[in-house]
């Protein structure tokens, strides 16, 4: 939907501050993803060594976080926005809402695991 | 009384039957692959780990991905990633009042299934 055509139904920001993250969190992700593609497509890799060794450098594992973080976020929002709009008893939309950020908040914990514990 | 005679209004949902405009397609496929992407995530965040375990983890991921099943789920996955980044970019610049009149709307409908099928071409060229 346009810029321009948001309109406040409650508070003056109410909903604003997701409709931005899901955009931020989406140029993040667009342009991580592209940077991997002409990576991997400039220099593949092919055995176990050069992927860890790649994967292990402090850069890329930052970009990796920040990439996790980005995705759960935006998944959030775009799930919060479906369930809105399919999900009417408040109790099945509540229920569905707590297993989603659980289940989203476990992701990122395993994450953070497997990038924090990659040079061990 | 008047509320019965509202109840029997011709109520008209059959999906299979109402034609939806080539925007919205667009639009619910974003939606759906967008779910789906969510789904793939543990399997996609397993693979990671299991590739970074050891050697022979890695040898079994990357064997795994080359048989056709493999490569058939990893084709899949490819579109629906693509997909929902070509009506993603579609949504962000419709964001910022690129593409909105409906001819150049319907135009770049089209070109995220294109451009979502070429990458799905190109990955099954590359594998």
């Not at chain 1, 991580?32 to 060794?53: C, E, H, Q, T």
């Not at chain 1, 008893?89 to 569905?96: A, D, E, Q, Y």
């Not at chain 2, 925007?23 to 496929?29: K, R």
């Not at chain 2, 759906?32 to 983890?57: C, H, K």
């Amino acid at each position: 939907m346009p810029v321009r055509h948001l309109r406040p139904t409650s508070s003056a920001h109410a909903g604003l501050v997701e409709w931005l993250l899901q955009r931020v969190s989406s140029l993040y992700m667009a342009g991580f993803v592209v940077y991997l593609i002409l990576r991997f497509a400039a220099s593949p890799v092919s055995d176990y060594a050069a992927w860890k060794s790649w994967f292990a450098g402090g850069v890329v594992r930052l970009a990796c976080a920040l990439f996790i973080l980005s995705l759960l976020v935006h998944a959030w929002v775009g799930l919060r926005s479906i369930y809105m709009d399919y999900l009417h008893p408040l109790w099945l939309r509540f229920g569905i809402s707590l297993l989603t950020a659980f289940g989203l908040l476990a992701l990122g914990l395993w994450s953070a695991e497997i990038l924090l514990t990659v040079n061990s | 009384m008047e509320m019965d005679k509202n109840k029997n209004r011709p109520v008209y949902l059959n999906l299979f039957q109402i034609r939806l405009p080539v925007g919205g397609v667009a639009s619910i496929l974003h939606r759906i692959t967008g779910a789906v992407l969510v789904l793939l995530l543990p399997f996609a965040i397993y693979m990671l780990q299991r590739s970074l375990q050891d050697p022979a983890a890695f040898a079994d991921i990357v064997a795994r991905l080359g048989t056709p099943f493999g490569r058939f789920i990893l084709l899949v996955s490819v579109w629906i990633f693509a997909q929902h980044f070509f009506s993603g970019v579609r949504h962000l610049l419709q964001d910022i009042d690129i593409g909105l009149e409906k001819t150049a709307a319907r135009r770049s409908a089209w070109l995220t299934f294109v451009g979502s099928g070429l990458v799905v071409i190109l990955t099954g060229l590359c594998l």
